[in-house]
């Protein structure tokens, strides 16, 4: 049959297709009972219509598909074919299940050889995905095991069809469809002496399934950023700094935001307050700085609760209760709640001039739109920080930067762009532009600040989502689909999380705790 010649249509199965139904089962399952009684059909069509899937070629049934709902604790765990069928052959379907059972697939033998049966697993995980059910679960017959029985257990030869070293016309097809062996069923089919009564227990898992207490709780799968490439300038006063930000977040809250960010240390030109003789004492004039920190948090604190919007705060420095010097990020929810980040990696002009102090913590924000990361400039140069945070489930990373140069620049977004695809998450760059010659710690900046993605089909073909202007002040908005995120981690065309060799290589965190005395024998 050529190709040409084909018209293939998938549809439900009615129950006038039974003569065609009851002929395919019996030439495909001869060797185990053949087909279906009628009444067993119907009942199923009139019990679960959507999972019954046919394909139909100019009217004659060359494929089926045939599925159940069940509940997902009782079927993942050991039992028989037999557990499905109740009284008079009638298929237990439950309707309150939270998994599909795969019952039968049904392809006709001159239609072999054209994926159909691939098509029906699609269509399956397709009505998985919209009726919201945790998994597709199915009880797999090895019917090539009667030919290494005599030299393989039933593990063994699971291990080798997995490994390629064998074809098993069922399991290795399960396989190719994104189904994983999840245990061994024994008597599952005791009449199936081609697979000697066993059965391995297959799972596709559903990565989008939201529980119901997740339903409720409403968490958007689609994220709006927001971010300012801010413009260094020079402030007459802190009341005109923060009149310019509430302006930015305003103008951010009113195209519905998420997330409003801002750069790093993007309060810097209060250092211009001083008189310029003042401002030659480098270590004088971040004091100075750090002066003004208080009341931007608590004004940033109210601007995100006002606005409905969250901010990430760029950084700003901190005076420790060890009277040094921090560079943290802020992070304030419009719930009210404030959080920090601190710098961990400390450049060494921060180090040399200002005479700032690497933090130590670092962690994953659970926010009201996805869990977020914050590293900032430098940081993000260490991959293992990124790797860390991508561990506790981070979707977005918020990158705020101060740099000079352009090649200072490119340092910084070719490491983020990294993080975004090794971490398969989004990375969220924020930077400031312009020139203070005015102000003696503030000379020049370079920024083009941008949205990047993981590398793969679902994201733009050079996975930048969004970009700015270079050396402009401007404002730019992303939508992030945190779906993508769970698909490209779990199915993309490479896995970057999941495939980690962690038999050979670990990453940890050190506790610290001992620097506060936490740890310290009483």
């Avoid at 009444?39 to 070629?57: C, Y």
């Avoid at 977005?396 to 971490?423: M, S």
């Avoid at 970057?496 to 050190?510: A, E, G, H, T, V």
Wanted: with cysteine; charged share 25%.
């Amino acid at each position: 049959m050529s190709l040409e010649e084909l018209h293939l249509n998938l549809r439900n199965l009615m129950s006038d297709d039974y003569d065609q139904l009851k002929a395919l089962m019996d030439a495909v399952y001869h060797d185990i009972g053949g087909s279906w009684p009628k009444r067993t059909i119907d009942k199923l069509i009139q019990e679960f219509p959507d999972g019954q899937i046919a394909i139909e070629d100019d009217g004659l049934l060359v494929g089926v598909a045939l599925t159940v709902q069940v509940d997902y604790d009782e079927f993942s765990n050991p039992h028989k074919y037999d557990d499905l069928i109740g009284h008079r052959e009638i298929i237990l379907n439950d309707e309150d299940g939270d998994a599909m059972y795969g019952l039968d697939v049904l392809i006709h033998p001159d239609y072999r050889g054209y994926r159909l049966g691939r098509r029906l697993y699609e269509a399956r995980k397709e009505l998985c995905r919209s009726m919201n059910l945790r998994a597709i679960l199915a009880g797999g017959r090895i019917p090539e095991y009667h030919q290494h029985a005599h030299e393989l257990t039933p593990a063994q030869y699971i291990d080798k069809v997995s490994r390629k070293e064998i074809y098993d016309p069922i399991l290795s097809f399960q396989q190719a469809n994104d189904f994983q062996v999840k245990r061994l069923l024994r008597k599952y089919l005791p009449e199936d002496e081609q697979s000697r009564g066993y059965a391995t227990l297959l799972e596709w898992n559903n990565i989008l399934f939201e529980p119901a207490a997740s339903v409720l709780d409403n968490k958007p799968t689609q994220v709006r950023v927001g971010a300012v490439q801010w413009q260094m300038r020079e402030f007459a006063s802190v009341e005109a700094a923060l009149q310019q930000i509430e302006y930015f977040v305003d103008a951010l809250s009113d195209y519905q935001s998420d997330f409003a960010v801002f750069p790093e240390l993007f309060y810097a030109p209060l250092m211009g307050l001083q008189d310029r003789d003042a401002q030659k004492d480098q270590m004088g004039a971040i004091r100075f700085l750090a002066g003004f920190t208080e009341r931007f948090k608590s004004e940033l604190s109210r601007m995100a609760v006002s606005y409905n919007i969250n901010i990430v705060g760029g950084s700003m420095i901190e005076v420790g209760d060890d009277d040094r010097l921090y560079n943290i990020a802020y992070l304030f929810h419009r719930d009210g709640s404030v959080e920090r980040q601190a710098k961990l990696h400390i450049t060494p002009q921060e180090r040399r001039d200002w005479v700032i102090e690497g933090g130590d913590e670092l962690q994953v924000f659970d926010t009201d739109a996805g869990r977020v990361g914050i590293l900032i400039c430098y940081d993000v140069e260490f991959p293992e920080l990124g790797r860390l945070l991508a561990d506790q489930d981070m979707d977005i990373l918020f990158v705020p930067f101060w740099t000079d140069t352009k090649n200072g620049y490119l340092r910084v977004r070719h490491c983020a762009q990294a993080r975004a695809i090794e971490n398969e998450c989004y990375v969220v760059l924020c930077g400031s532009v312009g020139n203070l010659p005015s102000i003696e710690n503030l000379d020049i900046q370079y920024a083009q600040s941008a949205v990047f993605s993981p590398s793969d089909f679902a994201f733009p073909h050079d996975a930048v989502l969004a970009e700015t202007t270079p050396n402009t002040e401007m404002i730019f908005f992303s939508d992030l689909d945190l779906t993508r995120l769970t698909v490209v981690r779990a199915e993309g065309s490479v896995t970057n999380l999941k495939d980690r060799r962690k038999d050979l290589f670990d990453l940890r965190w050190r506790d610290w705790s001992w620097k506060s005395g936490a740890n310290l024998e009483e």
